[in-house]
């Protein structure tokens, strides 16, 4: 069944600039037995695990993290760029593959000892990620999973993120 993921993924070249080439989930979010097929991957990686929150990343995590946040009987958290949020927010600067950037979460979107599903839709060099999971254990998180759509196997982002539970459902 990924194998029908997988080939439902476009690639763009040269996007968002020269040397990139951009995976593009819009033809899974297209089709709605491939979009349903993504969220139930996604949930088989936390089946077994209590989870109080899912913490989305800014902004193709948001895809897909309210749908397995509702089916895990689980608060939804978005974590956005700088400067999204209407609250008191917790912000962290981090490095991605083509710039910096800043990351923020409301104060109070986090009780400390909340378990936490991370999601987002591509794994690349890790750094947003890793930057999520610091910001979410500054609040007192437990992260129990982190778990992508797409992992670009060769640039090694997992080994960048503070977890021990970390799944993606396609790899490249």
């Known amino acids: 069944m990924p194998q029908l993921l997988k080939d439902a993924i476009r690639d763009v070249p040269d996007f968002?600039?020269?040397?990139?080439?951009?995976?593009?989930?819009?033809?899974?979010?297209?089709?709605?037995?491939?979009?349903?097929?993504?969220?139930?991957?996604?949930?088989?990686?936390?089946?077994?695990?209590?989870?109080?929150?899912?913490?989305?990343?800014?902004?193709?995590?948001?895809?897909?993290g309210p749908s397995v946040a509702l089916k895990k009987n689980a608060g939804f958290i978005p974590v956005r760029k700088q400067?999204?949020?209407?609250?008191?927010?917790?912000?962290?600067?981090?490095?991605?593959?083509?710039?910096?950037?800043?990351?923020?979460?409301?104060?109070?979107?986090?009780?400390?000892g909340d378990r936490v599903m991370i999601i987002?839709?591509?794994?690349?060099?890790?750094?947003?990620?890793?930057a999520t999971v610091t910001l979410l254990k500054q609040l007192g998180a437990e992260v129990t999973c982190v778990t992508f759509l797409i992992e670009l196997d060769f640039l090694n982002g997992r080994q960048t993120i503070d977890c021990d539970n970390i799944h993606s459902i396609l790899n490249y």
Not at 24 to 41: A, E, G, H, W, Y
Not at 90 to 101: D, M, P, V
């Open 83 to 112: 400067g999204k949020l209407p609250w008191k927010t917790n912000s962290i600067a981090y490095s991605l593959e083509y710039g910096e950037n800043v990351l923020e979460i409301h104060q109070d979107a986090i009780t400390p």
């Open 16 to 64: 968002p600039k020269p040397g990139i080439l951009f995976k593009d989930i819009t033809p899974v979010l297209s089709d709605p037995t491939l979009f349903q097929l993504s969220i139930d991957k996604m949930l088989e990686t936390v089946e077994n695990l209590e989870i109080d929150k899912v913490v989305a990343i800014d902004a193709r995590g948001f895809l897909f």
């Open 120 to 130: 987002d839709d591509l794994l690349a060099t890790g750094g947003t990620a890793a």
